[in-house]
């Protein structure tokens, strides 16, 4: 399965979020408009400092 940006999916919902319960609905993977954090974690924080790879 692609997960890049543009891949056509099909996903299984929860009922009460499917158009029709009990069957795939179609998806396609985009883009996401991130805003930076205005309280980061102290990952996001470590990610900043380059500390965030495990070696």
Same mark, same amino acid.
């Given at each position: 399965m692609?997960? %890049?940006?543009?891949a056509? $999916?099909?996903?299984?919902?929860?009922d009460e979020? @499917?158009?029709?319960?009990?069957t795939? =609905?179609? @998806? #396609?993977?985009? *883009?996401?408009p991130?805003r930076?954090?205005?309280?980061?974690s %102290? $990952? =996001?924080? %470590? #990610? *900043? #400092?380059g500390e965030?790879? @495990?070696e």
């Open positions: 692609s997960s %890049a940006v543009g056509d $999916l099909t996903v299984w919902l929860p979020y @499917a158009c029709e319960p009990g795939p =609905e179609w @998806a #396609r993977v985009c *883009e996401v991130f930076p954090s205005v309280n980061p %102290a $990952l =996001e924080v %470590a #990610r *900043e #400092r965030d790879s @495990a």
